[in-house]
């Protein structure tokens, strides 16, 4: 369908298809506007009281919070403004009865998983919500999703491995399960996110490398003549997304003049999980993910409460030396039931946490977050380097990623896709 | 469509199609959910700081705000558990080829441009924003609403009456302006709701009113074997919006315990908005806003500050006697410009207002709502029966608009739609 508004560029081969020319101008927008929207609303913020102290500076001053609902609004309008144009070609033949309705759905169905994440998120910001609601709400959010998935798709045949497969087949369909797995990865990207979260501008910083790499890996199987349509969907959301959030990232990053707040988060979570989902490649996102899985798996015994968790885990800031310090956690190995002592002592004997005990019993070790674990190898360190050295770690997981993607898949895998 | 799920009900020919049954049940269910959820989420928005002091009350409490944003969630969530049953018939069918994406990208659209308002609405509530953003954000959110319009009817034809076909034709093809038209029935629904208001319940009441008044409408229609499919997929809308919010009205009725805020107004009139575009009967939605459009056209003066324009135009609240009186504006006369001097003769020459000039030529004279005029005709007056009043006010209009719709339209017109 898209192919039909091709422009031939400079005369070769090579073609360009008109919408993505007019998605890039429209995501260059995207990020001016937030350029010049997110230092005005700034007082705004502040006086209705959406605003946090930044605890790991001296100054403690009040920094406007959940500024990432301006960056939504601004990557909404940027999609209501571009969805017509994919399908002038189609508007322009007088016969309506081939409009590529099956198309449009899945734009309209993406915007309005993303606004219903904006809404939690800001909803979230404001009044504080429960954490069963932040379960239950992306379930219910991607459910338009899934039913376009279902209308449109619905291929529920995963391929297996070469060493499954002698015994199982090439594929097995897992059906309704299928689902289950597309719903639950709403939920973990939009809370995976949340969770790896706490220091200046690692939130924009980390979205931004998932983000590109997303745009990488789109750019390169369009190139490489592989479903085209599907990843040009996705570039359609992926770039303004990218352009509304460098704009907030010009104002989060280190010394931070805003917080993104959960509607950020949210919204980040949704959109990969979105265009994973209706753009056919959600285990490609999964591998983008992989420092949000990490930190997730090395935070279950904590999100678990098997190991006592404080209500903030972030470093520990010591104003006199201007450097983030390990936060620790404190309970006594008899009070922990049966499976917090197996994640201790395992956890333990991988050199995973430091602890101390004292003499009276009371361990004390580092929260269980990949940002404390960070401290742990680097030492006592400056807010900006330690943001710094988690986003290379996420740029070189996102290399092992393509690496797995691309030529460890051809070795596991006969066919890809 | 939607025929091919009907019941035979009670082994007679009248048929209820089971999508509407469960309709009914998700509905009765949203009403319940949301009489639960509003007084346990008061305390939240209380120390969001999400309140305001009721003005019209002895006591001065403060009362938690914009809790129309839990009830647009339930509508919304309402709205997401309904979308697959109407389609349960086309998934069934193994053949997906044949099914109706143009029909559920409807519903998709419709949930976009509502949740699409809920968020602009609660956002105004905590951060409140200036008037050009209530402008020209419903406009932006209604596009997806008419891009859907644009390719499912294209119909931008409108039927003249008699006295004016006899020269230019039984019906003119208005063309863009159509869209125009649709994109200002957005924005108007959505502020016409809104400065209507400020009196307990009266937000949730006119709403309930115009909505009833659209489920009548669409019964009157489909019962009479007219156009079946939009007017169900109205209802189908309809119905859960009532349900939620006779919720939130049970705790915003007088003595209000909740206020609705700009989120309710906005997400009723969106809905108001979206039924009459994609049900096609946007004129008659216009007709069940007559109250509002007098209120509006009443406004003018102020709105456009002919003449001026305190903040809050609320009746007065008079602690001793428990009533409410006009509230009031003043100025010279000398001061106002032209419109305004043409506006102020105009109103006080069809006593549309009541001025007393002071010595000094102040003139003093009541703010330009319905409300304050309702409180001219009867002089001082308790909040609860002011309301009533407005009510009554409502349905009379409603019955009036039934009038032109039904017995005075085939006088006016040849056909009817």
Redesign the interface.
């Known amino acids: 369908m898209f192919n039909s508004f091709e422009l031939r560029a400079f005369g070769t081969s090579t073609s360009i298809p008109l919408p993505l020319l007019v998605n890039v101008a429209i995501s260059v927008g995207a990020y001016y506007v937030g350029q010049s929207l997110i230092p005005r609303?700034k007082t705004?913020?502040l006086?209705?009281?959406?605003a946090g102290v930044d605890m790991n500076k001296k100054s403690k001053a009040k920094i406007p919070e959940a500024l990432g609902?301006v960056t939504g609004?601004i990557f909404?309008?940027s999609l209501?403004?571009f969805?017509?144009v994919p399908?002038m070609g189609s508007?322009s033949k007088n016969d309506?009865e081939e409009?590529p309705?099956?198309k449009?759905?899945e734009f309209?169905?993406a915007?309005?998983s993303i606004?219903?994440m904006?809404?939690l998120g800001?909803?979230d910001d404001?009044?504080?919500l429960r954490w069963r609601d932040k379960l239950y709400l992306p379930t219910?959010?991607s459910?338009?999703l899934l039913?376009?998935y279902?209308?449109n798709f619905?291929s529920t045949t995963i391929i297996l491995p070469r060493i499954v497969s002698q015994f199982l087949g090439m594929s097995v369909n897992i059906g309704v399960l299928y689902y289950v797995y597309m719903g639950m990865l709403a939920v973990f990207c939009t809370n995976a996110i949340n969770i790896l979260a706490g220091i200046n501008g690692l939130e924009t910083c980390q979205s931004l490398v998932i983000a590109g790499s997303i745009v990488v890996f789109n750019l390169v199987e369009i190139l490489s003549g592989r479903c085209r349509e599907e990843y040009e969907f996705s570039l359609y959301i992926m770039l303004p997304y990218i352009g509304s959030t460098l704009a907030l990232w010009k104002y989060n990053r280190y010394p931070s003049q805003v917080f993104v707040g959960d509607t950020f988060n949210y919204l980040s979570g949704m959109t990969f999980a979105v265009v994973g989902i209706l753009g056919h490649f959600s285990k490609t996102v999964l591998l983008f993910f992989i420092p949000q899985i990490i930190n997730f798996v090395y935070s279950v015994p904590q999100l678990f409460r098997f190991i006592p968790c404080p209500r903030h885990r972030l470093p520990k800031y010591d104003p006199a030396s201007d450097l983030l310090h390990c936060s620790k956690t404190q309970f006594r190995v008899g009070d922990l039931n049966v499976l917090g002592r197996v994640c201790f002592a395992v956890f333990r004997t991988l050199r995973l946490i430091r602890c101390e005990e004292s003499e009276d019993g009371v361990v004390s070790c580092n929260n269980f977050t990949i940002i404390n674990f960070a401290i742990l190898l680097t030492g006592p360190i400056r807010e900006d380097r330690l943001n710094r050295l988690l986003v290379v770690f996420q740029v070189v997981c996102s290399l092992f990623a393509f690496a797995i993607r691309y030529p460890l898949a051809h070795y596991f895998y006969d066919t890809i896709n």
Chains 1, 2 share one sequence.
């Not at 006086?47 to 959406?50: E, F, G």
Request: proline residues 4%.
């Open positions: 609303m705004m913020f006086s209705a009281n959406l609902v609004c909404l309008v209501f403004l969805i017509p399908f508007f309506l409009f309705h099956d449009f759905v309209i169905a915007m309005l606004c219903c904006i809404l800001f909803a404001v009044l504080n219910v959010a459910l338009p039913m376009v279902y209308t619905n």
